[in-house]
């Protein structure tokens, strides 16, 4: 039987540090794992728990914000998977360490997509640590996952998402359109996209420019629609046309954007939609 006041006491900020050193070494796991996900665990006690011989409580440790290089370092050279993955996905770890990781070819199985996952490289082409030319190399890899992930990345380079705007992936081209790094080229190339998710995506980004957003502004799909209005880079004319929108929904999100001129918001506060009307005199009060 697990013991919840226990683990609930390990991972309590306030308790104090004896407490902790004395619940770190409990025979239930779930007790140590509590104590390496403590915010306020001591950096010795990490240590130790550092070499803990379950996997879940090593990957706690990994995961911890107070861990530092050298216990990182130590981690990425774990024999389980995750542990390895947790470090790849650590704001601290450094790009030496996450240049080997990128070659760690651990999988897990992702059964929401019914298919196995490189779980260390694709945390590892995710972190903004890692040097650009892992995520370029990354972002050429077979797996379409491992792809998506380089293009997410926030230091990824333009050329990468350049090359990436084409890729035969859906989903990698979507990390593309939903980058804040992707260029108005780039974004106005993939509003016209067949794929309903990456136009949405597109119809979400502020550096989408306004031309591409007035094209999307006539999308078939609402929720396309809907996103354009809530884009704050949508001009005036695009804004006005989807205050006409059949959908309330869109009429809504335009009512709240603040780039939405007076005028507009004005004439909404009519709307015979009482969502559409409500957000409308809220913007007027403000």
Same mark, same amino acid.
Do not use: Y
């Given at each position: 039987m697990r013991d919840w006041d226990k683990e609930k006491r390990a991972e309590d900020p306030d308790t104090d540090g004896k407490e902790l050193e004395r619940l770190a070494r409990d025979w239930d796991w779930h007790v140590r794992r509590s104590v390496a996900m403590n915010p306020a665990a001591p +950096?010795?006690?990490?240590?130790?728990?550092?070499?803990?011989?379950? /996997?879940?409580? !090593?990957? %706690?440790?990994?995961?911890?914000? *107070?861990? &530092? =290089? #050298?216990? @990182?370092?130590? +981690?990425?050279?774990?024999?389980? &998977?995750?542990? =390895?993955?947790?470090? /790849? $996905?650590?704001?601290?770890?450094?790009? #030496?360490? @996450?240049?080997?990781?990128?070659?760690? #070819?651990?999988?897990?199985?992702?059964?929401s997509q019914s298919k196995n996952r490189y779980i260390v490289m694709e945390a590892a082409a995710k972190n903004p640590n890692a040097p650009a030319e892992v995520v370029r190399a990354l972002s050429e890899d077979a797996e379409e996952g491992v792809r998506s992930a380089a293009v997410s990345n926030p230091n990824v380079p333009i050329d990468v998402l350049s090359r990436r705007k084409t890729d035969l992936s859906w989903s990698v081209r979507r990390g593309v359109a939903r980058s804040p790094a992707s260029t108005a080229d780039i974004l106005d190339h993939l509003a016209a996209d067949r794929i309903?998710?990456?136009? /949405?995506?597109?119809?979400? $980004?502020? !550096?989408?420019? %306004?031309?591409? @957003?007035? &094209?999307?502004?006539?999308? *078939?799909?609402? #929720?396309? !629609? %809907?996103?354009?209005?809530? $884009?704050?880079?949508?001009? %005036?004319e695009t804004l006005a046309i989807l205050s006409r929108d059949w959908a309330w929904k869109v009429r809504e999100r335009v009512a709240k954007n603040p780039a939405a001129p007076e005028e507009l918001v004005r004439k909404l506060a009519g709307d015979p939609d009482q969502s559409v009307g409500k957000a409308a005199r809220a913007r007027l009060e403000v």
């Open positions: +950096l010795d006690i990490l240590e130790a728990l550092a070499g803990d011989r379950v /996997a879940w409580v !090593r990957e %706690a440790v990994a995961a911890s914000p *107070r861990v &530092g =290089r #050298e216990i @990182l370092g130590l +981690l990425s050279k774990d024999c389980d &998977g995750f542990v =390895r993955a947790a470090v /790849a $996905n650590h704001h601290k770890t450094p790009p #030496e360490i @996450l240049e080997s990781l990128a070659e760690d #070819e651990a999988m897990d199985f992702d059964c309903q998710d990456v136009r /949405a995506a597109v119809a979400s $980004n502020p !550096r989408t420019p %306004a031309s591409a @957003l007035a &094209g999307l502004s006539g999308d *078939r799909d609402v #929720e396309i !629609r %809907a996103a354009v209005a809530s $884009n704050p880079s949508a001009d %005036a």
